[in-house]
């Protein structure tokens, strides 16, 4: 898997590829992080990537040029066929299923925009999906693509220490995530002391998974009931389910 990231500031990448459990994937070069400055592309004394606005107002727009010959040499190099991401608020907003999707792709190119925008010409004629992280609005480009780098290797194989850690995830199943526990057994506060749910250390199994379900639902509830209108739409919620929602008073 291969990501090629076309970005004004490389260097904001070069920490996040050496830190964390992910490490090993860029590392190993099981995923393929690539960084194409973008000014390296432009052409002028100024290594010009903007310019003002056609029809006047604040702000500058990335040029095509410089983006279209980054574009080229990054296909040039990496010699296999790749979807063209642009991260925008107007795009698809980024989720578990499609860290999953395309977990089992070949990658893709990044592109990280600045400044007020893109000229549309260039996404128009080259841009295949745009993404968002969500619906408020950032600086550029590189934190999104951050994260979609992050949850797409962590589904990786053999990147996570336990394979099962991602099936547990938020999202995962259409809910989000139960509460964790570990040591203290009894954690001693001035408020008073706190211990773990008993049922985490009865050893009995089923009850275990039974409450860390009833959990999932609960705090799905109340936080984001309209995960529990998709589950409920797609069959996911078992009668079990159903009778534990009735009985919350949300």
């Not at 642009?86 to 893709?108: I, K, V």
């Not at 996911?236 to 009985?247: G, H, K, N, Q, T």
């Amino acid at each position: 898997m291969r990501f090629d990231v076309i970005t004004l500031f490389p260097d904001l990448f070069e920490p996040f590829l050496q830190q964390g459990v992910t490490r090993r994937a860029y590392a190993s070069g099981q995923v393929d992080v690539r960084l194409w400055p973008l000014r390296e592309h432009a052409e002028d004394n100024y290594r010009r990537v903007d310019d003002r606005p056609y029809g006047g107002g604040p702000g500058m727009v990335m040029l095509v040029e410089p983006l279209e010959r980054a574009l080229a040499a990054v296909r040039a190099d990496r010699g296999l066929a790749g979807p063209v991401i642009h991260f925008s608020p107007t795009g698809r907003l980024m989720d578990q299923a499609l860290m999953r999707e395309m977990a089992s792709g070949e990658g893709a190119i990044l592109l990280c925009g600045r400044y007020e925008g893109i000229d549309q010409r260039f996404l128009d004629r080259h841009v295949d999906l745009e993404l968002s992280l969500g619906d408020f609005v950032l600086s550029g480009g590189e934190l999104p693509a951050l994260a979609l780098l992050d949850g797409v290797t962590r589904l990786q194989p053999g990147v996570l220490h336990d394979a099962r850690s991602h099936e547990q995830d938020s999202f995962e199943d259409g809910l989000l995530d139960c509460p964790h526990y570990s040591r203290p057994e009894v954690l001693h506060t001035e408020a008073g002391d706190l211990p773990v749910p008993a049922v985490l250390l009865s050893g009995h199994h089923a009850q275990i998974e039974r409450w860390r379900r009833e959990r999932s639902l609960e705090l799905t509830a109340r936080r984001r009931p309209d995960l529990i209108l998709a589950a409920r739409a797609r069959g996911a919620l078992s009668a079990a389910d159903e009778r534990f929602l009735a009985s919350l008073v949300v």
